[in-house]
Structures are given as structure tokens and as C-alpha cells.
């Protein structure tokens, strides 16, 4: 049962994150056939706004998963009720109904008239990857942050403070603060890219991380029965290491772009060190599994929480490393390397994190005890391997297409077009749709894991 009931405000949001979830992938499924037919349900849905709608979804809906995922551990970590509950489903219903208009308009208008009548002339914002977003919804999204904010803020500030909460609403301040610089769109390219990145790169590989830490930490607390100050002090430590190699980190995306040559080596060094944080979080999940002095009865939690850190580690970090050095990223840079990585890093800090915080609460929140019955976790656990190693091979796949690409169309006395180069690893677009087909039953799966029974299933 719920500790707190204004905790059961989470629900919707997700349900909500995994509705969204389902559209994105069917949205990438539709790219990845527009890779290798071109004409794919062309004009209908041109591979532009395929694209727009793919990454946008993956924005929404992870948001939408970090803000169930607060309504929900707040409460228990203050040891009081949320501030507002009747906030948090306001603010639920008017980011869906803008979240849901902005999809509509980006698959009913061509994009240029999107922007005019949204009023983009007014305060151009538009134009800009994975900030392809109308004004008036940027400006409605920073509505939705701040009320959202105020109301983990105030249930913080008036409760218990925790390491978890505190970490977590610092990660939210910082997601609010960084996605202002989605409104200074300069005229100059290198000035737009340099602070086009304080919302990409700091989003995902800065204060992201620490929403991410503080969920792992609050799950691994339930589960494990270790000792909160343990795992607090390990928290600790993963921020602050991510703190000071994400931030500096922010110059490998600056190499050739116009910056001064510092960048090369700064992006370059703490790049470098950028994995560091995420296998100290691998062998913090794992030590504090193994500590425990329980077993818990949700075990499809506690297999997404080991796969949450393993995952990213090896996305984030491993993958994010193999191209990071400036020599490497000269020749590797908008290749489909940096897809592989892109889609791992994702899918292992943030897609699994946000599914296993839903996999430890739905239980709970639907009235079920602490766990799904036995047959529903079965599925979940099924559902588990489907993505993750559907996922795996789509990287590998990737990465595989991007070494060829490099060597064909960047490398040579002789390279061939972009055109050329695509049509030779088209046989890596094509297997990795049917590794994204995989992934869509898994994700199918996991959806039904949820109707397989109604019983309770009790503690044991």
C-alpha cells in the first residue's frame, strides 16, 4: 500500500511516459524504413518530421516519466504528503494537451508554417534540433517546470531532507535552468551551437544524471533494505564526479566548430573521463544488491535497476568513449557511431531508469502489495531481455555501419559521396529495423505485463 496518498498523482504521469513511449518507437520505425525507402509514406510523413517527432517524443515522455517518478519518492523521502496534489494533475493535463497539439502541428502543417503561426517572428526559437518545439510550447513547458518545481520544492523544503531528495530537486532546478537557453538563438552559428548544447549536452550528460542517481538511490534503498547513509554516501560521490567531468565535458561537442583550440584538449581530457561516474554506479548498484538484507519481492525492479547501471555505463560511457578524443571525433563526428551511442546511452541511463521506477511503483500504486504477481514479473523479465538485447544489436549494428562510413566516405585516397557510402551499409539499416521490430514486442510485453492478473501478490 501507498505511504502517502497524494503519491498515487504519479499514475497518470506514467501512464502518460509509456503511451508516449510507445508512439516514439513506432515513430522510429518509421525512419528506420525511410532509411532504405526513401518514399516510405512520403509526403504523408516526410523523414524530417519522422525525425522532429521521434527525438521530441523521447524528450516528453522521459520528462513525463522524471516527474511521476518525483510525485512518488518525495512524499516517502519527506515524510509528508506533496504540497499540491491537485498541481501536480493541473500541470499533468496542460503539458499532455501542449505535449499532444505540438506533435499534431508538426504532422499537419509543413514546419515553416508551424513557426508562422505560432508567432515564431516574434521570438524566433524555432529551427534547432531536438529544440524543434513552437515558442508558445517552449514557453508552456517552462510553466509546467516551475509549477512542478515549486511543488517538489515546497513539499522538500517542508519535510525530512534526504541526500536522495536533495540531489533530485538540484537536478530539476538545473533541467529548468539549462532549458532557457532554448530561447537565445543567435544569429551566429558558432555562438548558437556553443549554447545550443548548454540545454542538449548539459541536459543529458549533467543534471540529468543526477535525477537518474537519485532514482537508482531511492530504488536501491527499497529494495535492499542497505543502510540509507551507505548508499547516500555513494550517491555523493557518483555526483560529484559527473558533476566535474560532464560539465567540462560539454567541449567534446565543441571541437572544430569555430571555438578555440582549448576545446580539443579540455572536451578531449574530461571526456575522457566521463565513464568514470557510470561504472562507479554499476559497482554501486551491484555492491548494494549484494549487501542486501532482504529479498524483495518486486525482483523485475531490481533486474532493471542492475540493468540501468550496466547499460549506461556501457552506453554512456564505453560507447561515448570509443569516439570522444578530438583525433577520433575529427573523422567520426555525425556518423552513425554517434547514432549507436546516442541510442544506448539513452535507452541504458534514462529509458531504463524511468521504467524501473514504474516497474518498483505500479505495484503499488494499482493496490497490488510491494509486487506484481509472479507471472507478470515473468513478462516483465521477458521484457526486459527483448529490449536490452534488441537495443544491444541495434548498436552494435550502428556502429558497425558508422566504422564503414568513416572508412568509405571520410578516410581514402578515393571517398565516396554520402549517397554512395549509405547505399553500402544499407544491409546495417535494414537489420537494425528488424531489431527495432524486436524491441517494439518487447516494449509490447512490457505494456501487457500489467493486464496479466489483478491478484495480490504478498510479501514474503
Not at 67 to 88: D, N, Q, T
Not at 230 to 256: N, P, Q, S
Not at 336 to 356: D, E, W
Request: glycine share 8%; aromatic share 16%.
Amino acid at each position: 500500500m501507498l505511504k502517502y496518498q497524494s503519491q498515487a498523482v504519479a499514475k497518470p504521469y506514467f501512464i502518460a511516459a509509456i503511451g508516449l513511449f510507445v508512439a516514439q518507437i513506432l515513430f522510429g520505425l518509421v525512419m528506420g524504413l525511410q532509411y532504405v525507402m526513401g518514399d516510405f509514406l512520403f509526403p504523408e510523413i516526410p523523414f524530417n518530421v519522422a525525425r522532429m517527432v521521434h527525438t521530441n517524443l523521447l524528450i516528453v515522455w522521459l520528462l513525463f516519466g522524471f516527474m511521476g517518478a518525483s510525485y512518488f519518492l518525495v512524499p516517502e523521502e519527506s515524510e509528508r504528503e506533496l504540497y499540491s496534489p491537485k498541481l501536480a494533475l493541473l500541470l499533468f493535463w496542460v503539458f499532455l494537451v501542449a505535449g499532444a497539439l505540438t506533435i499534431v502541428g508538426y504532422l499537419a502543417v509543413p514546419y515553416a508554417t508551424l513557426a508562422e503561426i505560432t508567432g515564431n517572428d516574434l521570438l524566433p526559437t524555432m529551427g534547432r534540433e531536438f529544440l524543434e518545439q513552437p515558442t508558445i510550447t517552449k514557453i508552456g513547458i517552462v510553466i509546467v517546470v516551475l509549477g512542478f518545481i515549486f511543488n517538489i520544492g515546497m513539499t522538500v523544503l517542508s519535510g525530512r531532507k534526504t541526500v536522495v531528495s536533495i540531489v533530485l530537486l538540484t537536478g530539476l532546478v538545473g533541467l529548468a535552468v539549462f532549458f532557457l537557453f532554448s530561447f537565445y538563438n543567435p544569429v551566429n552559428l558558432v555562438l548558437d551551437k556553443y549554447f545550443w548544447w548548454w540545454v542538449v549536452h548539459l541536459w543529458v550528460e549533467g543534471v540529468w544524471e543526477l535525477i537518474l542517481g537519485a532514482i537508482l538511490a531511492f530504488v536501491l534503498i527499497k529494495v535492499t533494505g542497505v543502510d540509507r547513509e551507505i548508499i547516500e554516501k555513494w550517491l555523493y560521490v557518483i555526483i560529484a564526479m559527473t558533476l566535474v567531468t560532464g560539465v567540462i565535458g560539454t567541449g567534446h561537442h565543441y571541437f572544430y566548430i569555430g571555438t578555440p583550440e582549448y576545446w580539443l584538449w579540455l572536451g578531449s581530457i574530461f571526456s575522457a573521463l566521463e565513464p568514470i561516474p557510470f561504472f562507479m554506479m554499476t559497482l554501486f548498484a551491484f555492491n548494494m544488491v549484494n549487501r542486501r538484507r532482504k529479498d524483495h519481492p518486486n525482483q523485475a525492479a531490481v533486474l532493471w535497476a542492475l540493468g540501468t547501471a550496466v547499460t549506461a555505463f556501457i552506453g554512456a560511457g564505453v560507447w561515448g568513449f570509443l569516439h570522444t578524443l578530438a583525433p577520433v571525433n575529427y573523422y567520426t563526428h555525425g556518423t552513425q557511431i554517434t547514432a549507436a551511442h546516442g541510442h544506448l546511452a539513452f535507452y541504458g541511463a534514462y529509458v531504463m531508469i524511468v521504467l524501473t521506477i514504474i516497474s518498483y511503483a505500479m505495484p503499488l500504486l494499482r493496490n497490488q502489495g510491494p509486487a506484481a504477481t509472479a507471472k507478470a514479473q515473468k513478462m516483465e523479465k521477458l521484457a526486459f531481455w527483448l529490449m536490452t538485447l534488441s537495443m544491444a544489436a541495434i548498436t552494435l549494428l550502428l556502429t558497425g555501419a558508422g566504422v564503414m562510413q568513416v572508412m568509405t566516405q571520410r578516410m581514402g585516397d578515393a571517398p565516396l559521396t554520402f549517397m554512395a557510402a549509405q547505399d553500402n551499409i544499407a544491409i546495417f539499416y535494414w537489420l537494425r529495423e528488424v531489431a527495432g521490430v524486436v524491441f517494439l514486442v518487447g516494449l509490447i510485453t512490457y505494456v501487457a505485463s500489467f493486464f496479466t492478473s489483478d491478484k495480490v501478490k504478498t510479501a514474503a
